[in-house]
């Protein structure tokens, strides 16, 4: 049985347990209790983390809303677009360092409500280009978990921020449609 490792916000914590569900029997799925929160964190972190799931088949992994979150007193993201850049592929690296038997598999940063004023899509639609950009380059493929929530403002919560119980599950089914190949 495959092991997939995910890593990600507390967008993926929401999403991590229907995917469990709807693998069980087919995938052995990890993720750390932790909020991998943003991108120097989950660098960090990252050997620990891959320590604990123990090398696993293939690993689904986002950076993003904490990066372009603007709660400090000057008003900017936490990091620039470009910084954000240079960590995922620094990120990239240690993943494919620490488990060079893995495939690496990278989800887009999700959507938040247009009335956020803390963090806004344009954004975040700023750092998915970046990212697109950065594992094209590298042959990674994408989980365009953005695209799979765009536009459907039903499915953010009322923090404007995470998903409603239906919006986990949209981005938990696009999150195995993509692993599903690989499980084979």
Same mark, same amino acid.
């Given at each position: 049985?495959?092991?997939?490792?995910?890593?990600?916000?507390?967008?993926?914590?929401?999403?991590?347990?229907?995917?469990?569900?709807?693998?069980?029997?087919?995938?052995?799925?990890?993720?750390?209790?932790?909020?991998?929160?943003?991108?120097?964190?989950?660098?960090?972190?990252?050997?620990?983390?891959?320590?604990?799931?123990?090398?696993?088949?293939?690993?689904?992994?986002?950076?993003?809303?904490?990066?372009?979150?603007?709660?400090?007193?000057?008003?900017?993201?936490?990091?620039?677009?470009?910084?954000?850049? %240079?960590?995922?592929?620094? !990120?990239?690296?240690? &993943?494919?360092? #620490?488990? *060079?038997?893995?495939?690496?598999?990278? /989800?887009?940063?999700?959507?938040?409500?247009?009335?956020?004023?803390?963090?806004?899509?344009?954004?975040?639609?700023?750092?998915?280009?970046?990212?697109?950009?950065?594992?094209?380059?590298?042959?990674?493929?994408?989980?365009?978990?953005?695209?799979?929530?765009? %536009?459907?403002?039903?499915? !953010?919560?009322?923090? &404007?921020?995470? #998903?409603? *119980?239906?919006?986990?599950?949209?981005? /938990?089914?696009?999150?195995?449609?993509?692993?599903?190949?690989?499980?084979?």
């Amino acid at each position: 049985m495959k092991k997939i490792l995910l890593l990600g916000d507390s967008i993926r914590l929401g999403y991590q347990p229907v995917v469990t569900e709807l693998l069980k029997g087919k995938a052995e799925v990890y993720g750390p209790e932790d909020n991998c929160r943003f991108t120097l964190y989950t660098l960090w972190h990252a050997f620990q983390w891959v320590a604990a799931a123990g090398e696993p088949d293939i690993i689904h992994w986002n950076n993003g809303i904490w990066d372009m979150y603007a709660h400090l007193q000057d008003g900017k993201s936490f990091i620039t677009p470009e910084e954000y850049g %240079g960590n995922i592929i620094r !990120i990239l690296r240690e &993943l494919r360092a #620490l488990c *060079p038997g893995s495939r690496v598999l990278f /989800a887009t940063t999700t959507p938040v409500s247009d009335q956020n004023a803390l963090i806004t899509n344009e954004s975040i639609d700023r750092i998915n280009e970046i990212a697109r950009r950065v594992m094209q380059a590298e042959g990674v493929e994408i989980d365009d978990l953005n695209r799979a929530l765009r %536009g459907r403002p039903e499915l !953010i919560c009322e923090d &404007l921020l995470h #998903l409603t *119980p239906q919006g986990y599950q949209t981005a /938990a089914q696009a999150v195995v449609q993509v692993l599903s190949p690989y499980l084979l």
